[in-house]
DNA sequence: GACATCTCCTTGACTGCTCAAGCATATGGG
DNA sequence: CCCATATGCTTGAGCAGTCAAGGAGATGTC
């Protein structure tokens, strides 16, 4: 028996799930989905609020078309401005806009809560969450640092 | 701080990562994807190796209609058999034949060595391993035996 | 300064799923 | 028996992503 596909088939299904239950708690509140929320989430994170496209789909793990086409209804919604480099004419930065920022505190809000919601269901300690989220880290490579536990 | 959105987030990133990773592997060695490759190893633990594809649908996490749409190639190539009901025409099982029964083999081969590399690379032991899979278990709802609450 | 080449981004065609609607069949109540 | 309702499945439209192709601008070489 082989523990580790085993693994991955769970992951799978986590995955589906956990999408599902933050795209309806998103999509209801606020008008986004969970890939929307996490590409705003790493635009605040970036200096200035602002990264190129190119860039953004490297650190979402998408294609460059994925990162277009993904904005934008993001742009059109106004929670996200385009915006010119001056010295290269190809790039164009997603910005986030006074708006974006505000709703997006709004959003943190309600994933933050669906998230102690999900990890408060049947026994979930600090510790089970923290370790989750460090074994996760070795797997997915997100881009922030992020060890899994120490080597007990 | 909310690790467990952090916890969320990661998985959702490790969950790409994997899914390309398999679907690269089985698809080129067997033409199929992940996600086929489940709905098949889920037929072959049902008894019989058939399950109605209302059933497929709510053991893979799946609407029915994805489950129609997902069996199609599968027919095609003929890895599955579309099997009806003497007792009630409005169901049709998926059944899987001889050949899918043999393709299977391989394919869980090919997905175990992907699963063993994945869980190699840096520092992965095998307890490491066995706790992913007994936490994403909490999360998922695999349908497999193991917890987690029926919850909603 | 002109050409080849590289980078950033968008677009068209496709895939794999969803939801909503619909068809066919089963089932229980008058 | 006949009708209302429930169940199993398929189909059309749409959405979110992919890949492949291509346009526009930058850059290095001679």
Redesign the interface.
């Given at each position: 028996m082989?523990?580790?596909?085993?693994?991955?088939?769970?992951?799978?299904?986590?995955?589906?799930?956990?999408?599902k239950r933050?795209d309806a708690s998103l999509g209801g509140l606020h008008g986004v989905s969970?890939a929307d929320f996490?590409l705003l989430?790493r635009l605040s994170e970036a200096p200035g609020d602002r990264m190129r496209r190119v860039d953004l789909a490297e650190a979402l793990?998408l294609t460059a078309s994925g990162v277009t086409r993904g904005l934008v209804p993001l742009e059109r919604i106004g929670l996200v401005r385009r915006d010119p480099d001056a010295r290269d004419a190809r790039v164009a930065y997603a910005a986030l806009t006074d708006t974006g920022r505000e709703r997006l505190a709004e959003m943190r809000a309600t994933?933050?809560r669906v998230?102690?919601e999900?990890?408060a269901?049947?026994a979930?300690t600090?510790e089970?969450?923290?370790?989750?989220?460090g074994?996760?880290?070795?797997?997915?490579?997100?881009g922030i640092a992020?060890q899994?536990?120490a080597?007990s």
């Open positions: 082989n523990g580790g596909l085993d693994a991955v088939l769970r992951l799978v299904r986590a995955q589906a799930v956990l999408v933050f969970l996490t989430l793990g994933a933050g998230a102690e999900v990890f269901e049947p979930w600090e089970d969450t923290k370790l989750l989220a074994l996760l880290g070795r797997l997915g490579g997100t992020g899994g536990p080597g």
